[in-house]
């Protein structure tokens, strides 16, 4: 690569216009977007779902997905137009010089074959080098990527490596052809805070290193600042702003780019503190559980209070969701008790009694499982009315109407819709009413906004906040994402490894001296800073974030 | 054998000839430039088979009825498939323009293979709804005073009688009316025989999703022990049973058999249907309606059936001629449908003889060919719809 010719821009991309087929019509997806990027530049496209990042981030490979069309303008790699170029021509382009890194590594990965053999494919087949040398060279790049164990790690099956792993395994192929470019599509989308801020360093040095220009797809604002140099806001198929970084971020332009940057700062007044001698309306008692022999839960305790929001954060697999699996019933815990209101409840969901059962309702995480498809809005929230209440007829649509209104839809437009003509936001909002409907005192939110835009979740936590003014609701909030306990929760419990680290009042926990592991979590947390990931690394050193320092604890 | 080698070499290069023609002609157009050679060559090997497929069919219509004979039925398969594919592009037109909102969008996507399976469909269920008022005779009636063995086609030249035309069996029955009839027994006793497996196999499944634990390993062990032994000869068996026991009890036989299929396929509806179910119960909303405390009635019919009508849907459709196949089986054993009712595998039976007559005089042994041909076109008819439902269900777009 030489480096003179580094003013003609690498990818070029013009007026592209990008059509889906939806029934029997073509709609645009992509509406006239310019791109340009140079050799070893990294640009980042933010966006909602829905936007077209991912679209125009696989147009930049000269790419469509099934069911979608380029219909207009061109696509320019290193002076080739890949929308004109043979199928020879781009056969020999794709994986040698673009690579592309998926969101999810463990479904990219093919299952039955190690992890070495997937990566020597792409330089074999190239005839870039042979079996040996590529296989040595990714052993090199393991170790680039701080993979644990780099000599042995290749010769396990995707299934044997860890969710962070794999997704450095995965830009370690992208790299094995050390490509001119590479797209990233939202590769720490599904991983915790402290195995992200791990797989974000790894690469971003290695794309450093190599002078790799890269496309980097992501809908957290908070990542982008940390990876690229530029930033281009898309929205509904059309650009809304580019510019550099530190631009972007200090003095954004357009009022969507504004109100992105704003989401962050919406925070609930602190509630006054909780009487003592105050009876919880639930109270997790000493409870230890198990999924068959394996223990899961030790000794968990933890107090929630009438109108108040305890979150209770910590990594995946660190016992959040089986504590709520506990309270509702679905896994009878080993030992220990679950109070409701100073009673206790039986261990089994099935023993509980009808009234016990109205009062602890559950939102879910995935708003897309947890309506049937088959059902309308209104067929799905009048189940609970009609289960619970008992009301039929008219006056079932009467208290429908209210609970679609409470949610801010408009009953006449959605009570006929099926779920999968709402949106992921207005999904959530039906989930929300669904459990409304039961006049509950109590709801487990079980990470209801991860899987949401920061636009629209900030909605669904206002919503929530003011739901729970009007009605005087209790919330467990289950979450990984500590922004979101920072707008929204009163009391804060972490959780690692099934046992409770820590537990106490917002402010307290957000402020120092915390637990070592709280510390990890809190510190691992992205910021809009973009020197922030540079300062941490400098300020902690490459060894002491992340997995590793978990591990270490 | 050389022959064969060297006509096959002969495709590759006109193959290569043809793209190399392509790529020159339209200026290297993204089309020809990336074709594969693959590809160029099932143009080519496509072109020779049409080829040969026209000469045969002009055979087939020469005057030198030696010649004419020998490609008599691919003649009128060339016929049938023609007139067939105009029928379907007929129907699908009339579908387009008449109907609801709902019927005509379903018409616009819908392939030809699927328009052509719903047309057949729709007329084996009118032939089977009215067979009483459409045969001109009746179904085990011997007619008086005219032969058996009257040949097909009506030609009295070579021995037909234009009122019988599809001619007359051994003992002297109308054919037509009996394939007729034959549409109401065997097509129907077909239908009532899937309703019960689904009925059966579907609620065992669902429930044994819902549920688990050990009534899910009982259910599905018996079920491993029903499939382990060969179905035909298992029915065959107790068919065997069954026809002692019929008499003495005074049960026709033919509920027997109703019965004995239906259990028998339900073992396959029941693996599908637990499998299916078993995705849908890891679902959250079914986890959310456990929660609320609904009962095992609201769960598998509310929550987990309407769900589950896409796969279960095109499996009643392949079920369907699996089970209109094996009863058909079992009449060409004869214990299936007992005389002297109509059925068209009791048909092929009985008049398999002629089918030796082929090569010299198709028309003889046109008559158990009439009878496999309706099972065959309903066979096919329904895989193409089930194709389809299954295309659309599983959202594959292209």
Redesign the interface.
């Known amino acids: 690569m030489t480096q003179a010719a580094d003013t003609t821009p690498l990818v070029k991309i013009r007026d592209i216009r990008i059509d889906g087929?939806s029934d029997?019509t073509w709609l645009p997806i992509i509406k006239g977007v310019n791109l340009t990027l140079q050799r070893g530049q990294v640009l980042g496209l933010i966006g909602e779902s829905g936007a077209g990042k991912s679209t125009l981030g696989l147009a930049a490979m000269g790419y469509t997905r099934?069911?979608v069309r380029i219909s207009g303008g061109s696509v320019e790699f290193d002076g080739i137009d890949l929308l004109?170029a043979?199928?020879?021509v781009k056969r020999d382009l794709l994986g040698k010089r673009i690579a592309y890194v998926a969101q999810s590594a463990a479904a990219s990965f093919n299952p039955a074959h190690r992890l070495i053999d997937q990566h020597v494919e792409a330089p074999v087949q190239h005839g870039i080098a042979g079996r040996k040398d590529s296989a040595e060279d990714g052993i090199a790049l393991y170790r680039k990527l701080r993979l644990p164990n780099p000599e042995e790690i290749g010769f396990r099956y995707p299934h044997q490596v860890s969710g962070g792993q794999l997704q450095r395994a995965m830009t370690a192929m992208a790299m094995s052809c050390r490509p001119d470019l590479i797209i990233f599509d939202e590769p720490t989308t599904a991983l915790d805070v402290t195995t992200q801020i791990e797989v974000l360093s790894a690469i971003r040095d290695i794309v450093a290193q190599y002078n790799t220009a890269a496309i980097y797809i992501t809908h957290d604002l908070a990542v982008v600042a940390q990876m690229a140099d530029r930033i281009k806001v898309l929205l509904r198929g059309e650009e809304i702003e580019t510019a550099d970084t530190r631009t972007m971020l200090t003095a954004p332009v357009q009022d969507y780019t504004k109100s992105l940057w704003a989401v962050r700062s919406f925070e609930r007044p602190a509630k006054p503190a909780v009487q003592t001698g105050a009876v919880p309306l639930v109270s997790v008692r000493n409870v230890d559980a198990a999924y068959g022999k394996e223990k899961v839960l030790h000794d968990v305790s933890f107090d929630i209070h009438a109108g108040r929001t305890v979150a209770v954060v910590g990594e995946s697999g660190s016992g959040k969701s089986t504590t709520a699996r506990c309270i509702?019933?679905?896994l009878p815990p080993m030992a220990g008790q679950i109070l409701f209101d100073g009673a206790p409840l039986p261990p089994d969901?099935r023993k509980?009694s009808?009234d016990q059962?109205r009062q602890?309702q559950?939102i879910?995480q995935?708003a897309d499982?947890?309506?049937?498809?088959?059902?309308s809005v209104g067929q799905i929230i009048a189940?609970?009315v009609q289960?619970?209440l008992g009301l039929t007829g008219k006056a079932k649509r009467q208290r429908v109407d209210a609970l679609l209104n409470q949610i801010e839809l408009d009953p006449a437009e959605y009570y006929n819709r099926l779920p999968s003509e709402l949106s992921g936001g207005q999904k959530q909002r039906i989930g929300i009413a669904?459990a409304l409907a039961?006049e509950p005192r109590f709801i487990i939110c079980d990470e209801v906004t991860s899987a949401l835009d920061q636009l629209v979740a900030e909605g669904i936590l206002r919503l929530l906040a003011r739901l729970q003014d009007e009605l005087s609701l209790s919330y467990m909030f289950i979450t990984h994402d500590l922004a979101t306990v920072r707008a929204i929760a009163d009391e804060v419990v972490v959780m690692k490894d099934g046992y409770v680290v820590e537990q106490g009042p917002k402010a307290e926990m957000f402020s120092p001296p915390h637990h070592a592991y709280t510390d990890l979590l809190l510190s691992s947390v992205p910021e809009m800073d973009p020197d922030w990931l540079t300062n941490l690394l400098v300020e902690r050193g490459v060894d002491n974030i992340g997995d590793a320092a978990v591990n270490e604890l | 054998m050389i022959w064969f080698a060297a006509a096959l070499l002969g495709f590759a290069a006109i193959a290569w000839g043809f793209r190399f023609a392509g790529q020159v002609a339209t200026g290297r157009a993204p089309y020809f430039r990336d074709m594969t050679f693959g590809v160029a060559y099932g143009y080519i090997f496509a072109v020779a088979a049409l080829v040969w497929l026209v000469w045969a069919y002009l055979q087939g219509r020469s005057p030198d009825p030696a010649v004419a004979n020998k490609f008599f039925f691919l003649r009128i398969a060339v016929e049938g498939f023609i007139v067939f594919a105009i029928g379907a592009w007929l129907f699908r037109l009339f579908g387009r323009n008449v109907g609801t909102k709902g019927t005509k969008r379903l018409f616009r996507s819908m392939p030809l293979t699927a328009s052509f399976g719903i047309m057949m469909i729709l007329i084996y269920v009118f032939v089977a709804v009215f067979a009483s008022f459409l045969a001109p005779y009746g179904q085990a009636e011997i007619i008086r005073g005219v032969p058996a063995n009257i040949m097909p086609g009506g030609d009295i030249a070579l021995g037909g009688n234009p009122d019988f035309p599809l001619g007359t069996d051994q003992i002297g029955r109308d054919i037509l009316s009996r394939l007729i009839y034959g549409a109401q027994n065997t097509v129907g006793i077909a239908f009532a025989t899937t309703v019960i497996a689904f009925a059966l196999g579907g609620s065992m499944g669902f429930l044994a999703a819902t549920l688990g634990g050990w009534l899910d390993q009982l259910l599905s062990r018996i079920v491993d022990v029903l499939m382990a032994i060969p179905s035909l000869i298992f029915a065959l068996l107790l068919m065997t049973i069954a026809s002692v026991w019929a008499p003495r009890l005074g049960i026709p036989q033919t509920y027997f058999m109703i019965l004995i299929i239906a259990v028998i396929d339900s073992t396959r509806v029941y693996r599908l249907s637990r499998a299916v179910g078993q995705s849908i119960v890891v679902m959250d909303y079914i986890e959310a309606a456990k929660l609320r405390g609904e009962g095992m009635g609201y769960l598998m019919f509310k929550e987990i059936l309407p769900n589950a009508t896409a796969p279960l849907l095109a499996e009643f459709g392949l079920r369907f001629c699996f089970v209109f196949l094996t009863i058909a089986s079992l009449s060409f054993l004869g214990v299936g449908i007992q005389p002297p009712l109509a059925d068209w595998g009791t048909m092929v039976r009985d008049l398999g003889g002629f089918v030796n007559f082929a090569q010299f005089a198709p028309m003889v042994a046109t008559p158990p060919l009439l009878a496999a041909g309706a099972i065959a076109l309903l066979a096919v008819a329904v895989n193409f719809v089930v194709d389809w439902m299954l295309h659309r269900s599983s959202g594959l777009k292209d």
């Open positions: 087929r029997e099934d069911g004109t043979s199928a020879a509702t019933g679905l969901y509980r009808k059962l602890i559950m879910y995935m499982t947890a309506l049937n498809p088959r059902m189940r609970p289960f619970y669904r039961a």
